[in-house]
């Protein structure tokens, strides 16, 4: 079983960063890929980033070049460092784990909020 705690949202100006962190806990490896979703206001949750190796990241279109994921195997730490943040990205933040290879992801944290003011 592995649990995910998100830290690091809160209220920030347009224009701010904030850097997300994905601690986990139990059987994590470098056999998985970790990623951080995103729901915002009235829309799905989308998939924004995802590691899979140090050389091998996804970003979606909406956020490359203003976010950074990154992974500590040491820390069982996963982050999302975010620049340039702006109004529309005001969401609710997910870490998200699984297995390489396997299609859905299995592990979820609890979510963590980030508001940009304008």
């Known amino acids: 079983q592995v649990q995910l705690v998100e830290s690091g949202g809160g209220l920030v100006q347009a224009g701010g960063s904030l850097r997300l962190s994905c601690a986990a806990s139990?059987?994590?490896?470098?056999?998985?890929?970790m990623a951080w979703h995103r729901q915002r206001p009235g829309l799905e949750r989308e998939l924004i980033a995802a590691v899979y190796t140090a050389s091998s990241k996804y970003y979606a279109d909406s956020v490359k070049g203003r976010v950074t994921i990154s992974r500590d195997l040491a820390k069982n730490t996963a982050y999302l460092q975010m620049n340039s943040l702006q109004p529309e990205d005001t969401a609710v933040y997910y870490c998200?784990?699984?297995?390489?290879?396997?299609?859905?992801?299995?592990?979820w944290g609890q979510g963590t909020q980030v508001t940009v003011s304008s």
């Open positions: 998200a784990a699984k297995r390489r290879g396997e299609q859905r992801y299995t592990y």
């Open positions: 139990g059987r994590t490896s470098s056999d998985y890929v």
